[in-house]
């Protein structure tokens, strides 16, 4: 079977536009399943209920998990199949850029929603303060 | 504007009514109702009537430490509760011959104290009043009726005096129902239903003469007969107290107080409603002491019975009930006799207390009250302790953090006396677990038997109460939630969702406007 390689700029050009598609996927997915970890995890009665700081430790690990492993893949997988240094440095740039924009999405996304939904567990993982 | 009702209790038997009724303006029966209730007995220290106080007190502090008090409706702890209550002092002049000045009077009236040797018997002149008339209703009726013109009299600023100028404005703006709840088989209880609607009338009188109560208000009773027995006294016992009520003689007591007051014509004139209740055996036996009879004082704290619960909800009847009835009732002088009889198989069910039309709101209210003492009462829960520890703002839910921490504190002593409280890691049985035990345990008094078979916290931590309140094969079965998926949820995680999704009611006092907002939740997901 014949490797894929990016050997023109046309076709890494094509690769940066779609690794930034595939980062906005990324960060939406890390987003589903932070939310349905976040619904998993039960409210706990009594004082002090820990399950909101459990949300927002998944919350944290999912994105940085997806972040970091987006990155990996791309640097390991992705940047070999570039044949010409030029060409795999812009690559490797564009490859920081969409990480951080996953970063970017999931955070904002995320505390968007959350601040849509504050009194529920997804609203509970955020920070923001009640406007009541 | 709030309905106002009057309700009196008298001796031991009365303060135990009183607590059921209290119950009952807990759960949420008496919504948008001042409740004026006057506690009557004579023994202060009876462990009964410390109990009622403890009860009224938590009640009153759940809704506000130093705030103003109001009627709410559709909630738990909605009535607005205004205690009043009144003991003859007994401390230092305790028995009827130094009330009288026997001695002196004797020489100074011989005519005065010939009726008195008519009447009483030596013993009962001489009898310590302290722990109550001890079934001697002719002396308790006149000791009784002259305590409260006395009262009146000289306590400016008394309890009784507050109790009767609250009737008198009642009765100048409207016609007020006075219940009241006493046995007639003792001594307290039996001596004064027949003499304070005329007792009441007089202190008004002296108080103001811009209204008649007795002719204003409607009156109405609980004729409750024997239903308890405990420990025959031992000879030395009878010789040291001089004279004991015994349970021997409640079924000739109550016998005889019910001639009375069917021949009576004050008492068919004054009265528009009686309700009668008893039980067929006196099997139950209340009292803590097995091997002696406790007279009176705070050994004296038996257990509640189902029947006080009944007598409650006469009261519940009696200001419910039309006035355009009692007002017949009135204009005709008609005394109405009620009794209701439970179903054969024993078992006391929601209809039997209110009735078809109110069984529905009753089992509501009674089985999410219960729901709502495991969210109270359990750490493991302990919604009210979350609130103020400031875990709702996790959620996104500010203000409750500054509850005040005497109103859940009090909130919590009242669950505990309702349910069940925790003493040197012991569970010990509230109010609801008492009735049950007296209606036979198991399936016999209104709700699922599992609701009162555990014996550990644990056992009460895994007692699922969201599907488990109502019996099976009941009206109200289906009145449950799920707890999840595959048991993936659990029971604190539905109602807590839920809770956070509850519109925030329009209640000031934070204590009440949480409990509010637990009704509401609990309505939704029991699906009421």
Same mark, same amino acid.
């Given at each position: 079977m014949k490797r894929e390689v990016y050997e023109s700029i046309k076709q890494v050009d094509t690769l940066i536009g779609e690794t930034y598609l595939y980062a906005v996927f990324v960060a939406i997915i890390a987003l589903a399943v932070a939310y349905v970890i976040a619904r998993l995890i039960k409210w706990k009665g009594g004082k002090n209920d820990s399950s909101p700081l459990k949300r927002r430790i998944w919350f944290i690990g999912i994105g940085l998990f997806a972040a970091i492993y987006f990155f990996l893949y791309n640097i390991m997988v992705v940047s070999d199949k570039i044949t010409k240094d030029p060409l795999e440095d812009k690559f490797r740039i564009s490859n920081i850029i969409a990480t951080l924009s996953i970063l970017g999405i999931y955070i904002i996304l995320g505390g968007i929603t959350m601040l849509i939904f504050r009194r529920s567990k997804w609203g509970s993982i955020s920070v923001f303060k009640s406007n009541n | 504007m709030p309905q106002q009702v009057f309700i009196i209790g008298i001796g031991g038997t009365g303060m135990r009514c009183i607590e059921s009724f209290i119950h009952l303006c807990a759960m949420g029966m008496c919504d948008d109702t001042n409740v004026h209730m006057l506690a009557l007995d004579t023994d202060k220290e009876n462990g009964n009537f410390t109990r009622l106080k403890d009860l009224k007190e938590a009640y009153l502090k759940t809704k506000g430490v130093n705030k103003n008090h109001s009627a709410l409706k559709e909630t738990f702890f909605s009535a607005n509760l205004l205690y009043y209550q009144f003991s003859p002092d007994y401390s230092n002049i305790s028995t009827f011959d130094a009330i009288f000045d026997y001695e002196s009077t004797k020489y100074r009236n011989p005519d005065e104290t010939a009726i008195a040797d008519l009447l009483l018997t030596k013993a009962a002149k001489k009898f310590d009043l302290k722990h109550g008339y001890r079934a001697q209703t002719h002396l308790g009726s006149m000791l009784m009726y002259h305590s409260i013109i006395n009262d009146v009299l000289i306590n400016e600023r008394g309890d009784l005096k507050r109790f009767v100028q609250e009737l008198i404005t009642a009765s100048t703006a409207g016609r007020p129902r006075i219940f009241i709840l006493g046995s007639v088989f003792g001594g307290t209880g039996a001596s004064s239903i027949p003499i304070i609607p005329k007792a009441i009338r007089k202190a008004a009188s002296l108080i103001s003469n811009a209204t008649d109560i007795e002719q204003n208000a409607f009156f109405g009773s609980t004729i409750l007969t024997s239903y308890f027995s405990f420990v025959l006294p031992s000879d030395d016992e009878k010789a040291k107290q001089k004279l004991i009520a015994t349970s021997d003689k409640f079924s000739l007591n109550?016998?005889?107080? &019910?001639?009375?007051? $069917?021949?009576?014509?004050? /008492? !068919?004139?004054?009265?528009? @409603?009686?309700? &009668? &209740?008893?039980?067929?055996?006196? $099997?139950?036996?209340?009292?803590?002491? !097995?091997?002696?009879?406790?007279?009176?004082?705070?050994?004296?704290?038996?257990?509640?019975?189902? *029947?006080?619960?009944?007598? =409650?909800?006469? =009261?519940?009847? %009696?200001?419910? /009930?039309? $006035? +355009?009835?009692?007002?017949?009732? #009135?204009?005709? @002088? !008609?005394?109405?006799? +009620?009794?209701?009889?439970?179903?054969?198989?024993?078992? *006391?069910?929601? *209809?039997?207390? /209110?009735?078809?039309? #109110? @069984? $529905?709101?009753?089992? !509501?209210?009674?089985?999410? %009250?219960?729901? &709502?003492?495991?969210l109270t009462l359990l750490d493991k829960y302990d919604l009210f302790g979350q609130a103020q520890n400031g875990d709702l703002k996790k959620v996104k839910i500010d203000g409750y953090e500054d509850i005040d921490l005497e109103e859940v504190k009090n909130l919590k002593i009242y669950m505990g006396l309702y349910h069940f409280y925790f003493r040197n890691g012991i569970i010990k049985d509230g109010w609801l677990r008492q009735v049950h035990h007296s209606a036979g345990d198991g399936d016999k008094f209104l709700f699922s038997p599992t609701l009162f078979s555990a014996k550990s916290v644990k056992e009460l931590e895994k007692f699922e109460f969201n599907d488990s309140i109502y019996q099976k094969n009941s009206d109200f079965e289906t009145k449950k939630f799920r707890t999840g998926v595959l048991g993936m949820g659990s029971l604190y995680n539905e109602f807590f969702s839920e809770f956070i999704k509850t519109p925030e009611p329009d209640i000031t006092n934070k204590c009440e406007k949480l409990i509010k907002r637990t009704y509401d939740t609990l309505c939704k997901i029991y699906k009421f």
């Open positions: - | 109550s016998q005889a107080a &019910m001639m009375f007051y $069917e021949a009576d014509d004050t /008492v !068919k004139q004054t009265y528009q @409603k009686f309700y &009668m &209740m008893g039980t067929e055996t006196l $099997e139950w036996q209340p009292s803590k002491f !097995k091997d002696k009879t406790i007279t009176g004082g705070e050994d004296q704290e038996n257990d509640s019975h189902y *029947i006080e619960l009944l007598a =409650a909800f006469a =009261a519940y009847d %009696f200001f419910n /009930v039309n $006035e +355009l009835e009692l007002k017949r009732l #009135k204009d005709e @002088k !008609k005394l109405e006799y +009620l009794y209701r009889t439970f179903d054969d198989n024993g078992k *006391i069910n929601f *209809i039997d207390l /209110v009735g078809s039309e #109110k @069984k $529905e709101e009753l089992a !509501k209210k009674f089985g999410l %009250f219960t729901a &709502m003492s495991y």
